[in-house]
């Protein structure tokens, strides 16, 4: 909401932030087909109750979240026409918690819909950028239209830049 609430107030957008919900450490990290049903009820339940254009639905992912993002869109195949993957590590990398990992033939089923806008710093200090090319090149081979965005910041933060290009790359 501290990233994106002043733009969307701005441009009349309805945002949802919501977070993760499995114990990690200090904090919380996805269990993706948990929370993937919660977040979808929660966007069903909003788009019933307000008058939401549901041609325009867009997904802002960072970090971890970008997998959650692409959980969302194979899920949901059709339903998602832009989505901003920040700060993307591996999406496709099994790991402890990854509940079945991303339907790839349902991000296939998306091509044709859904948008994407990678945005990866080069020096990230994280590490996303090792993860960079074969996310990309995943994402493709699934026929999604892919575009990108390299800052060379030195951050896994999201930057003003990142987040102006994000912006210009929403549906209008």
């Known amino acids: 909401m501290a990233l994106f609430g002043l733009a969307a107030l701005e441009r009349g957008v309805f945002l949802l932030a919501p977070q993760a919900t499995r114990p990690c450490g200090e904090g919380y990290c996805w269990s993706f087909a948990q929370d993937a ?12 109750k ?4 549901q041609n325009r639905l867009s997904l802002i992912g960072y970090s971890m979240g970008c997998t959650m993002g692409l959980w969302l869109i194979a899920q949901n195949p059709g339903r998602f026409a832009f989505f901003a993957a920040l700060g993307m590590g591996s999406a496709f990398e099994p790991w402890e918690h990854d509940d079945g990992g991303i339907d790839e033939d349902g991000l296939r089923a998306s091509a044709g819909t859904t948008r ?21 090149a995943r994402l493709r081979a699934a026929e999604l239209h892919v575009a990108t965005f390299r800052p060379n910041m ?12 994000m912006l210009q790359a929403l549906p209008s």
């Open 37 to 48: 049903k919660a977040i979808y009820s929660l966007i069903e339940t909003t788009c019933a």
């Open 50 to 53: 307000y008058p939401i254009d």
């Open 116 to 136: 994407i806008l990678l945005a990866v710093d080069q020096t990230d200090p994280t590490g996303t950028d090792a993860y960079f090319e074969a996310n990309l």
């Open 154 to 165: 030195g951050t896994h933060a999201v930057t003003a830049a990142m987040q102006a290009r």
